[in-house]
């Protein structure tokens, strides 16, 4: 982990374990990096908000990244590191065993969806995450990142939707 080297502190999650949500985002930030946790930016604050609009906060979901540490300057994760800290975000999901994962962003919906297109193109709709150690498949869901909703926020509409699609899911499910 050589990201490790560079970064002040490991973000590795914040919230609930005990939630039956879980978002997970790309990298952290400089404010992440200082204080050693997820979205606690400009993009936190954003995201903070769409929770309150379907009644959620930290205390109800768990939030974590593709990658641990920040990378310097807010460079794009190689695929290595995504590759290095996959598994321990697999972890993570199989040990809250959460109804519902939100993955934000194109970077997250690659390494862990594996779908290559774009948000706009694969958001608003249910996937199903398998983890084998699972009798139940996950439902998965693919939101725009709160940081791309701050500088193109034409997009809001969408996301408030999607924001809405999960709050229906959750009242089916729990
Ligand atoms: N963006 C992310 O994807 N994660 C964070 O923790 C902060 C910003």
């Not at 930290?58 to 807010?74: A, C, D, E, K, Y």
């Not at 695929?79 to 109804?99: D, G």
Request: positive net charge; aromatic residues 10%.
């Amino acid at each position: 982990f050589h990201l490790k080297k560079t970064a002040t502190n490991l973000v590795f999650g914040d919230g609930n374990t005990k939630s039956k949500i879980v978002f997970i985002g790309d990298a952290p930030g400089a404010e992440e990096d200082r204080q050693g946790k997820p979205f606690v930016g400009q993009g936190g604050q954003l995201l903070d908000k769409m929770l309150a609009s379907i009644n959620l906060d930290r205390s109800t979901v768990f939030l974590s990244n593709t990658i641990f540490w920040r990378p310097p300057g807010n460079r794009t994760p190689t695929s290595q590191e995504i590759a290095q800290c996959l598994p321990f975000v697999h972890r993570l999901i199989e040990l809250i065993e959460p109804f519902i994962l939100v993955v934000l962003g194109g970077l997250a919906a690659r390494s862990l969806l594996s779908e290559t297109l774009a948000v706009g193109r694969l958001r608003g709709k249910w996937y199903n995450y398998e983890i084998p150690s699972l009798s139940r498949p996950i439902k998965a869901t693919v939101l725009f990142h709160p940081e791309y909703l701050i500088n193109s926020p034409a997009h809001k509409r969408e996301a408030w939707q999607d924001l809405l699609m999960i709050q229906e899911m959750k009242k089916n499910l729990y």
